[in-house]
């Protein structure tokens, strides 16, 4: 197989949780680049269309599939309306969460309902997008892929109030593991990337504060915070027949971030 076959998505069909957001949308971008039709699943129904519309102006196919994830009936839905769109169902993406920025509360005192949201937006979102999409993929019976987004976080603590965060994110990275686990009996792949900060306006508030920033990037060997293009070789990869013995994995986007540590 020629390198250009190892990465194409042809034929292949991604639901794109959180596929309106900064990163979602980067990513259902670039794997509609690479062959996928997309679905764009978000919360703002607007952006989810504008995003659809984005992809389709670039000469791809995408659809808005707008839904609270965190509802099993409302992913169900729109992972149903994909299926019905294109007639399969190959990848997820869940791209759904963040938040942390705005719940800063020191770890002895983190209040029950901010954690509880935090849970609620980067956990159950994993969870309920992932069942909704992988139930489909198990009774065709063609394998599939499954990617989430965890962080850094998961694996390094970070003095400014993160604890919820951290806690989901290291959720999601054992869940990673978890499912591979499970789902490699049916041909589905189940990797992460996780990023430090990203540009985007999830992070702007915190990075807006030179001190602060200057302080991140101090401690990243390449010297700058991720952009959303620094994610989409990896997303294209573990979506990708490229990726197809690796499973379980947590790959770290951090200019090198983790590898100080
Ligand atoms: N931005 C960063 O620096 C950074 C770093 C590491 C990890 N991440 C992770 O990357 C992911 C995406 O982050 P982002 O910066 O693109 O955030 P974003 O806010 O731009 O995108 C998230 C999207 O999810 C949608 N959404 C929220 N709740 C939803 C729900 N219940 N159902 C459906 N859609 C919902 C939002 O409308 C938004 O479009 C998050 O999991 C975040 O934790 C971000």
Redo the contacts with the bound molecule.
């Keep these: 197989m020629d390198s250009g076959a190892l990465f194409s998505l042809d034929g292949r069909v991604a639901f794109v949780?959180?596929g309106?957001?900064?990163?979602?949308s980067a990513i259902a971008q670039a794997l509609a680049a690479a062959g996928a039709r997309v679905a764009i699943?978000?919360?703002?129904a607007d952006?989810a269309e504008a995003t659809a519309a984005k992809v389709a102006a670039a000469g791809y196919e995408a659809i808005a599939t707008p839904?609270?994830?965190?509802s099993p009936a409302e992913a169900q839905r729109a992972v149903a309306a994909a299926v019905e769109r294109f007639g399969r169902l190959d990848i997820v993406v869940n791209?759904?969460?963040?938040g942390a920025g705005k719940v800063l509360f020191s770890a002895e005192d983190y209040p029950r309902d901010a954690w509880d949201w935090i849970m609620e937006?980067?956990l159950r979102?994993t969870v309920v997008a992932t069942q909704a999409a992988v139930r489909p993929m198990i009774a065709a019976g063609r394998g599939g892929r499954v990617l989430n987004?965890s962080?850094v976080r998961a694996q390094l603590g970070i003095n400014s109030g993160y604890s919820a965060y951290v806690a989901a994110k290291g959720a999601v990275s054992s869940l990673t593991r978890q499912w591979a686990t499970e789902w490699a009996k049916y041909r589905i792949t189940v990797n992460a990337i996780a990023?430090?900060?990203?540009d985007?306006?999830?992070?702007a508030m915190l990075l807006g504060d030179p001190e602060f920033k200057a302080g991140v990037v101090a401690r990243i060997p390449l010297g700058r915070v991720g952009e959303t293009g620094d994610l989409t070789g990896a997303a294209v990869f573990f979506t990708s027949d490229a990726s197809a013995f690796v499973t379980g994995q947590i790959l770290t986007i951090d200019g090198g971030l983790t590898a100080t540590q």
């Design positions: 949780s959180g309106a957001g900064a990163i979602g699943a978000d919360v703002s952006r839904a609270d994830v965190t791209a759904v969460g963040g937006l980067n979102s987004i962080s990023p430090t900060f990203v985007t306006p999830q992070v």
